[in-house]
């Protein structure tokens, strides 16, 4: 059977697209179970709706505390049994509950070279700091803010005339592929996490 994933978003969801796209294609390996999102509205969820892909909505606000919006982020989750997890552009940190499930089999794109420039602005922090390479970083989700043990990163040139927005768009574009490409491999081959290093495929030993 083909092993499943379950992507969060909280925005357009152009990371979202390049894997259903992927997913389409019955050669790819993966079975994309669901899409959860923290809020509505927004194009994430409407991509998902158009390609007939189940979703569902949970919001901080509707939730006693953060604590119990994340214990039921993990049930719902858990319903769809995925073995990875992909955040593609989820704009909240997942707390203990999550990690307590998901921990190890929960990947982050992130729009920077881990571990420079975590959190939420990680292109406008980069063009500040006047890098003339920055680029962007799968990881594997941790308790930190994009701190998790690194599965792949590529880099990308900044230009004289970058803005934050036409730099963002390029790290985007790559970001897609090597999300594409290394979330098939988790899936379809297996990875182990052994201190911050990740290793993609079995062990030689079949573990
Ligand atoms: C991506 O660049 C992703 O790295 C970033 O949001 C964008 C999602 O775009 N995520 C973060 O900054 C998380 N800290 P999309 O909604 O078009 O897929």
Redesign the pocket.
């Known amino acids: 059977m083909t092993a499943s994933i379950v992507v969060l978003?909280?925005?357009?969801?152009?990371?979202?697209?390049a894997l259903i796209d992927a997913c389409a294609d019955p050669g790819y390996g993966v079975h994309l179970a669901a899409v959860g999102a923290d809020r509505d509205g927004i194009?994430?969820l409407a991509r998902a709706e158009r390609a007939g892909i189940p979703t569902f909505v949970l919001r901080v606000a509707d939730y006693p505390s953060r604590a119990d919006w994340d214990e039921a982020l993990a049930t719902r989750v858990a319903a769809y049994d995925p073995s990875l997890v992909v955040?593609?552009?989820?704009?909240k940190l997942t707390g203990e509950a999550f990690l307590a499930r998901f921990g190890g089999r929960t990947v982050?794109?992130?729009?920077a070279l881990s571990p420079s420039f975590p959190?939420?602005h990680?292109?406008r922090d980069a063009l500040e700091h006047g890098v003339r390479v920055t680029g962007?970083t799968l990881f594997v989700v941790d308790a930190g803010v994009?701190t998790g043990p690194i599965v792949a990163q590529r880099a990308i040139e900044v230009r004289d005339d970058d803005t934050e927005q036409t730099l963002?768009e390029r790290?985007?574009a790559v970001?897609r592929e090597v999300l594409v490409d290394a979330v098939g491999r988790m899936v379809r081959d297996g990875f182990t996490v052994e201190g911050r290093r990740v290793r993609l495929g079995r062990t030689p030993t079949g573990r």
């Open positions: 978003v909280s925005g357009s969801g152009t990371t979202l697209q194009e994430g955040l593609a552009g989820f704009m982050n794109t992130h729009p959190g939420m990680g292109v962007c994009d963002h790290i985007k970001e």
